[in-house]
């Protein structure tokens, strides 16, 4: 591909930060390549909760537009806000190596008291969108309110530094990513079997048009970390199978271990009305994984 490679990314911090990850990437390897910014319905609609936004895919369909219609080469995006039916027109060429699947919890000073679950003094108050991170929440502290926001994840820290709310809770990997200052919260690492992320959190989704087979081998050679999306085809095959979007209270999280075990680790309830339900299943193949993992959950 002798042309510079246009990439479509939203234009949040850590939205940035990965598509110059990105952009670095392919120019260490010989490529010319640009940033085209794109403003999506999840970043210009603050005032609604995730679940009340129409539709799926808010944070991904202007991107997909872009790319169908050649204004952009390749989109970058955050794999866990894709949507598990994919546009025709377009496939994921590849994924990054997995960031710490982690979710986080930052808690103001304030509201600290280490002889509680979570460090979280009673009655505390968690911001969060999130109905997979609610149902959690409510599992392990029934006395813990729950109020939604939205913003960028520097947005959502400055809600708990003024007491707007008590803590939040936030993908390890974008604090990471963005090398955030953290010295002046109290800071809870959430373990990820025990508190199940998203499906894919911690992963960027490569997104091409199916038939640019240029840009296809470029991202496979360049880009792609195939043992990633084996990982994470799981996770977001539970998601699909369960017919869910970025609003159901799913967490699912796969793991390999050192002698070819794959691991699989879920948290899930049909609303935020219906009490959380934990399985875990563990598989030589990801072969029929997702699959039995959805079953005992139809079954019960």
């Known amino acids: 591909m002798s042309k510079r490679i246009r990439i479509g990314t939203r234009g949040s911090k850590l939205a940035l930060w990965q598509a110059n990850f990105v952009k670095e990437t392919l120019e260490e390897s010989g490529f010319e390549a640009e940033l085209n910014i794109i403003k999506t319905k999840g970043d210009l609609v603050q005032t609604l909760s995730f679940d009340k936004l129409e539709g799926k895919g808010f944070f991904t369909s202007e991107l997909e537009e872009a790319l169908s219609t050649g204004t952009v080469d390749l989109a970058v995006h955050s794999m866990k806000d894709l949507p598990t039916d994919s546009h025709e027109a377009l496939m994921i060429a590849g994924v990054s190596q997995r960031e710490n699947p982690s979710d986080w919890l930052i808690i103001r000073a304030q509201a600290v008291d280490q002889s509680k679950p979570l460090n979280l003094k009673t009655g505390a108050v968690i911001g969060t969108s999130s109905n997979r991170r609610k149902a959690q929440i409510k599992y392990l502290r029934d006395d813990i309110a729950t109020r939604d926001i939205r ?19 936030l993908a390890a990997a974008g604090l990471i990513r963005l090398d955030l200052d953290l010295s002046t919260f109290e800071l809870v690492k959430l373990h990820p079997r025990e508190f199940v992320p998203a499906p894919a959190q911690g992963v960027l989704a490569f997104q091409i048009r199916r038939d640019d087979q240029s840009m296809l081998e470029i991202v496979r050679d360049n880009l792609h970390h195939p043992d990633t999306l084996k990982r994470t085809n799981v996770e977001r095959k539970i998601l699909k199978l369960l017919q869910g979007g970025c609003h159901l209270p799913l967490g699912a999280y796969c793991e390999l271990d050192q002698l070819g075990y794959y691991h699989v680790y879920t948290a899930y309830a049909i609303d935020l009305h219906q009490p959380l339900r934990h399985y875990n299943l563990s598989y030589s193949t990801t072969d029929g994984l997702a699959e039995a993992i959805v079953n005992h959950y139809i079954k019960s």
Not at 160 to 167: I, L, M
């Open 151 to 169: 913003g960028n994840v520097p947005t959502r820290l400055e809600k708990v530094a003024s007491g707007e709310v008590d803590a939040a809770i």
